[in-house]
């Protein structure tokens, strides 16, 4: 009987039977290698039990004292969440697209690697991937994201030991949390608010949906850029988590026909405090370093309150725009070729070059009425303006000068011009123009210097210079206060005479002659020291610093925190002819507002870490509790010099008060308060208007003036360019707050005077007025106003320094 077998059968045993010892023998030189290679990397791998300490980057935030949101720097949008606060269905549509198998698997695919491995070694190229969510949270936490074998089997090795040692809970949180999605936004929370501007739990079917979909390449497939490619990934995510039976098939019809609404949101911030934030950001790359700051997760809680701030903001530009209503319209910004026909897409186009600046609104005018004009603005809207927004606008001519008054839309504008729009109520609009001049405002509490709001200029992002702090200016006549407290503690009174007659004085290297005069050109006869400050009388207060002497006032001025370098050495020291800060003027008028402490500056209230430890805390110097202006203190306290005694601020805040009552600050009395006092300040050619004020609770300081120093204008003056903006900020920061006047300290007397003489007086005489006195100063009748034997000048103060 023959064989069964053939030549060609014994032929293919052999064959399978050397493929098979060939397999054989690479699957064990494969496991040989992954062995020995495993040997090798193990030990270089990192310590799971870390994962859970590791920090995530997370950017700076700066927030208001009670926690609002400012601003945020960093490089990345994170806002860790708990797997409780993740919407079911996010959980079931991100395992249908990256990892079914996640709850079972033990942190790898086999198949999957043997797979991608094959791919890869037939095309010899890194490509193929089959990352289960264990082993990218291994990439992301750990490794480096670039493709190479070694890497991969680290990240095998890796993805084992943690899935090992954590659960798959906190394995699945760690990856809601760190994998990027595009546009910044890392983690799914981040990723919610960056494409819809809303939380997690806020998200439909639709939309978590398209979330999931974006691990895998969330640079092709994010919806902003790539809508069609993000539309083409969610649908197959939903047909997963239909597949699944995660959802039903209404559910599916209904999120798959949905449109993709995604767009692009920026951070809500609760307070405009671009300055502020500017300076937190600086104070924590100096003190922490550029990369801790960015990606630390730090919190920074600054001392401004945000209805302070707000009222700023408000005050500022409203001030400034007033300031440019008075002298007149500039003219368009540009103008555009449209016609009735071109289209809104054409007029976006052309609005692209232009940003919102300070409030303002960017628009193109597409109708000229007889008393009206129609505009199409940056935020895609048609808006009309009346006659009551355009009737300002007679053409600039120069500061002091404007063009005839318009009768009709056309003699201001035509269509297609660029212009800037305000809005200033609802449904009603005005024709605006950025302001030339700047600005700047510093409130502090005079308790402590923190400082509740601080706004540098009109908009940060056009100029970013910090005037409040940085813009060194002339204070002209609101520098004068420090002199007059000066005098005061020479033994001066209130109610010493001085002369307002003319004045011829040696100035300068060369002896030039000095002829100051008065703002109003008028002179006057003896007048006294409550009169020359409330109505700011030059000649009088030139001849009160002559009488104390200039060093004396320099080393006095010390007390307030002015460095005697910053102060000129000759009589036109009283009309603040020194260049100093708003901030530097700020805590200079604190002293009178809190009884006479030197206060320190501060806007970092602390400092919070990722975690929430605080790393940081002020340790401000505050009013002693012994004082009348006190506030309660929390912890251990650091009290502040007494610069002045509490009988010196007090005849100094009621010389003030004069100022308001019956001087150059009368335009406060419309906030109907008798607890303000304050100054108002012009320097020469009205190239700086100022107003310093306070009340028991803030003290304010605005300045006004051009970048590079130049007149404002005739008649724009502290009264008129710089109170109005305090007033309205003092209007609305102390809305609510009990009307309190100035306590009066012990050593206070009063006593009838004749107002002409300065001398005591009768109740009865035509004349007769009270004034305040510190104890043992009151004049003697018949006798002359040499001052008494008061306090001296003691040992100059040095300044402390600023924040």
């Known amino acids: 009987m023959a064989s069964s077998s053939t030549p060609g059968g014994s032929l293919k045993r052999r064959i399978g039977f050397r493929l098979l010892l060939v397999f054989f023998g690479l699957f064990a030189a494969g496991v040989l290698v992954a062995t020995v290679t495993s040997l090798v990397l193990a030990p270089t791998l990192p310590a799971v039990h870390n994962i859970t300490r590791k920090r995530l980057k997370a950017p700076l935030q700066v927030l208001t004292r009670h926690g609002a949101l400012v601003a945020q720097f960093g490089n990345e949008e994170r806002m860790p969440v708990t797997l409780k606060q993740v919407p079911p269905l996010l959980v079931q549509a991100v395992l249908a697209a990256e990892d079914r198998s996640f709850y079972t698997n033990p942190g790898i695919d086999l198949l999957g690697i043997f797979r991608a491995a094959w791919v890869d070694i037939v095309t010899g190229r890194k490509a193929q991937g089959a990352s289960t969510i264990t082993m990218q949270v291994a990439r992301n936490y750990f490794l480096s994201p670039h493709k190479t074998f070694t890497r991969k089997i680290k990240e095998v090795l890796l993805s084992f030991k943690i899935a090992r040692e954590l659960t798959k809970n906190q394995i699945l949180t760690l990856y809601l949390n760190k994998i990027f999605l595009g546009n910044h936004a890392y983690g799914f929370e981040a990723a919610a608010h960056v494409y819809y501007g809303k939380p997690l739990e806020k998200l439909d079917i639709a939309q978590l949906a398209m979330l999931a979909g974006l691990p895998q390449a969330p640079s092709l497939d ?16 939903l047909g997963r988590m239909l597949a699944l039976g995660d959802i039903t098939q209404a559910q599916y019809t209904q999120a798959d026909t949905s449109p993709v609404a995604a767009r692009l ?9 671009p300055y502020v934030a500017e300076m937190v950001r600086e104070y924590m790359v100096k003190h922490f370093g550029k990369k801790k700051t960015y990606d630390g997760g730090y919190r920074v809680y600054t001392t401004i309150g945000a209805h302070e701030q707000k009222a700023a903001d408000q005050a500022v530009e409203d001030g400034l725009i007033a300031y440019s209503h008075r002298h007149g319209y500039y003219g368009p910004t540009a103008t555009v070729a449209i ?23 960017p ?15 940056l935020d895609r809207r048609s808006v009309q303006i009346g006659w009551s927004g355009l009737s300002w606008a007679a053409p600039f001519i120069n500061v002091n000068a404007e063009g005839p008054a318009p009768k009709q839309a056309s003699d201001i504008l035509k269509v297609g011009d660029v212009i800037y729009l305000q809005h200033v109520a609802p449904g009603q609009w005005a024709l605006a123009q950025i302001p030339k001049p700047y600005a700047a405002l510093v409130s502090l509490r005079p308790d402590d210097g923190s400082v509740a709001a601080l706004v540098g200029g009109f908009d940060f992002y056009s100029d970013n210079f910090n005037n409040a702090t940085q813009a060194y200016r002339q204070p002209g006549s609101s520098f004068k206060p420090f002199v007059y407290s000066a005098a005061i503690a020479k033994g001066y009174t209130a109610a010493s005479l001085f002369s307002g007659a003319p004045i011829v004085a040696l100035s300068g290297a060369h002896g030039e002659l000095w002829r100051p005069h008065n703002f109003s050109e008028h002179f006057r006869g003896l007048t006294r020291m409550r009169v020359g400050l409330a109505q700011s009388i030059n000649l009088v ?6 009488a104390i002497g200039i060093g004396y006032a320099i080393r006095y001025a010390e007390r307030f925190g002015f460095r005697a370098s910053q102060l000129p050495h000759s009589l036109s020291l009283v009309l603040g002819s020194a260049t100093l800060t708003p901030l530097e003027m700020a805590r200079g008028y604190t002293v009178f507002a809190n009884g006479g402490f030197r206060i320190r500056p501060y806007f970092i209230r602390k400092i919070v870490d990722e975690r929430g430890k605080t790393l940081w805390r002020a340790k401000p110097l505050v009013v002693p509790p012994a004082s009348d202006m006190a506030a309660p203190i929390v912890g251990t306290p650091h ?23 019956s001087g150059t600050g009368q335009l406060a009395l419309a906030l109907k308060r008798v607890d303000l006092a304050g100054k108002t300040g012009t320097s020469n050619h009205e190239r700086n208007a100022w107003f310093s004020g306070f009340s028991p609770t803030l003290e304010t300081t605005v300045w006004v003036g051009f970048p590079v120093p130049k007149s404002l204008g005739h008649y724009e003056v502290g009264a008129h360019a710089a109170l109005p903006i305090w007033v309205q900020y003092m209007g609305a920061a102390l809305a609510g707050t009990p009307d309190t006047p100035f306590v ?12 002409d003489t300065g001398l005591p007086c009768s109740k009865t005489n035509p004349a007769a007025m009270r004034e305040y006195f510190i104890k043992g100063t009151v004049p003697k009748k018949g006798g002359r106003h040499s001052p008494s034997t008061g306090p001296q000048p003691t040992q100059s103060v040095r300044s402390s320094g600023l924040f």
């Open 222 to 237: 994010n919806p902003i850029d790539h809508p069609h490619n993000a539309q083409a990934r969610r649908h197959y995510v």
């Open 265 to 273: 949101h920026m951070i809500h911030y609760h307070v405009r405090a």
């Open 339 to 361: 016609d009735a026909q071109t289209s809104p897409h054409r007029l976006n186009r052309d609005l692209r070059h232009y940003t919102t600046v300070g409030g303002l609104i």
């Open 363 to 377: 628009a193109i005018v597409t109708t000229v009425g007889y008393h009206s004009v129609q505009a199409y603005d």
């Open 541 to 546: 207060s030139i001849r009160i610093l002559r």
């Open 639 to 661: 009290f502040a010099v007494q610069a002045i005694s509490p009988q010196n601020a007090y005849i100094m805040t009621s010389m003030m008060q004069s100022v308001i009552r």
């Open 744 to 755: 009066k300290p012990r050593g206070i007397v009063t006593a009838t005077i004749n107002r």
